[in-house]
């Protein structure tokens, strides 16, 4: 192991979050209250929606967005095999049927011909999924979903107000991303954000939900019903409850634990202040990476284009003529070099609680073929220019040393390239 120690994506903090914490921790409330109240105020205005709902994670945010719809069991609810699990367990735990479209051919998104012949009476949601942070063809989406419209029932007065399957987007990589000079959260029906210690963003732990404007439904309802959904179903938050003669209120339904709190908020609100300058630092070295890797046979993610900017929150590559033993290979020899990779994503087929549910990762050939050579490279604002060119460096090295060992059984590939030489 070498003296570097360069980590994937690790949380920018600095005095400002932690002072802001512990003006929180004197002021005598530290759970949900009137931080966590500032904090959805400021991502709406971010977002440019009428409101936002603060949760403790996107996967809740996911979730109650389903629960709001009141989708469930007999209802259908499209994703992509390629992300992470929380974009399909919220569907399986509200009873819906997991519906998973594959990937278009060498993309990480779905393929929209098969999303479209996908949909029928029992589809109720779409799930994109904004993979490290770039918006998915949402123009290309809502084409589908209003085309396929004739075929979609509402079951409710919000279903039958939208008139059309919904799409909730899995934005938790793509807070502050932009699609055709519209800000992430103000696109989709539904946008759910996670604020991850990993995330561009970070709360620790927390989520956040916003939406655009359904005609007839009234913004206050949904955001009051998000919240009692988030909150036991209780009437009354703990803040308005510990309010003088304030203490009564009732349980409106069998709700769920998601709040937010004002140590997480208070996090949030100093992020929030400094994101426009750490958007712009990951975006240079977004751009230094796609320089200096020209003269390496890699395909990155595509996060800048004329129209659309991504969030940038993770640099995916795929190497070309590798497979995944070999790609794993290169993540060993990475880690022995001080520098922490990832893959994203092994696709959900191929873990063992899909295929329990009866997925095989033989019917998505291209989900698998994206996910056998592709690498993550590590994409965060600590990162020097200086870091930046030494992962370059030692991911050529790498690379160069797989394709010599070709052909080798993976024990001895990985060993040989670790130790460089064959067992």
């Not at 004739?150 to 932009?178: L, P």
């Not at 996090?267 to 240079?284: C, D, F, N, S, V």
Request: aromatic fraction near 8%; glycine fraction near 6%; charged fraction near 25%.
């Amino acid at each position: 192991m070498t003296g570097r120690d360069i980590k994937l994506s690790p949380p920018d903090i600095t005095d400002a979050e932690i002072n802001a914490v512990v003006e929180v921790m004197k002021s005598g409330w530290i759970t949900t209250g009137p931080k966590t109240k500032q904090f959805e105020r400021a991502i709406a205005a971010y977002c440019t929606t009428n409101r936002a709902v603060c949760l403790n994670s996107g996967t809740a945010a996911l979730e109650l967005t389903l629960r709001l719809l009141e989708i469930g069991p007999g209802d259908e609810v499209i994703t992509t095999p390629y992300t992470y699990t929380a974009s399909a367990s919220v569907i399986d735990h509200v009873g819906a049927k997991i519906i998973m479209v594959d990937t278009a051919v060498d993309s990480y998104e779905m393929d929209y011909d098969q999303l479209a012949q996908a949909i029928n009476s029992k589809t109720k949601a779409i799930i994109p999924v904004d993979i490290a942070g770039v918006m998915c063809d949402y123009d290309k989406i809502f084409e589908i979903v209003q085309r396929k419209k004739s075929v979609f029932t509402g079951k409710n007065a919000m279903q039958k107000a939208i008139g059309r399957v919904v799409i909730v987007a899995d934005a938790a990589h793509s807070f502050g991303a932009t699609y055709q000079g519209h800000v992430c959260g103000s696109v989709a029906d539904f946008t759910c954000f996670s604020f991850h210690a990993v995330k561009n963003l970070t709360t620790a732990e927390g989520g956040a939900c916003t939406w655009i404007d359904i005609p007839g439904i009234d913004n206050d309802d949904i955001y009051r019903r998000l919240m009692l959904l988030s909150l036991h179903g209780q009437s009354k938050d703990a803040l308005s409850k510990l309010q003088l003669g304030g203490w009564e209120f009732d349980i409106e339904c069998t709700g769920y634990k998601y709040n937010m709190t004002d140590i997480m908020a208070a996090i949030g609100l100093e992020q929030l202040k400094r994101y426009p300058r750490l958007l712009e630092r990951r975006k240079e070295i977004t751009k230094l990476y796609n320089k200096l890797l020209k003269d390496i046979d890699v395909t990155p993610v595509e996060h800048l284009k004329d129209d659309s900017q991504s969030s940038m929150h993770l640099y995916l590559v795929r190497i070309a003529d590798i497979d995944s033993v070999q790609r794993d290979a290169i993540f060993y020899k990475m880690a022995e070099n001080g520098i922490a990779t990832l893959v994203h994503y092994k696709p959900l087929p191929m873990m063992t609680a899909y295929q329990k549910l009866g997925f095989e990762i033989k019917n998505f050939p291209n989900a698998y073929n994206v996910y056998r050579n592709e690498i993550s490279l590590p994409l965060h604002t600590l990162l020097s220019d200086e870091d930046v060119a030494y992962v370059v460096v030692k991911l050529k090295e790498a690379v160069e040393a797989v394709k010599l060992k070709k052909g080798c059984h993976e024990f001895y590939l990985i060993n040989c390239i670790r130790k460089k030489s064959c067992v």
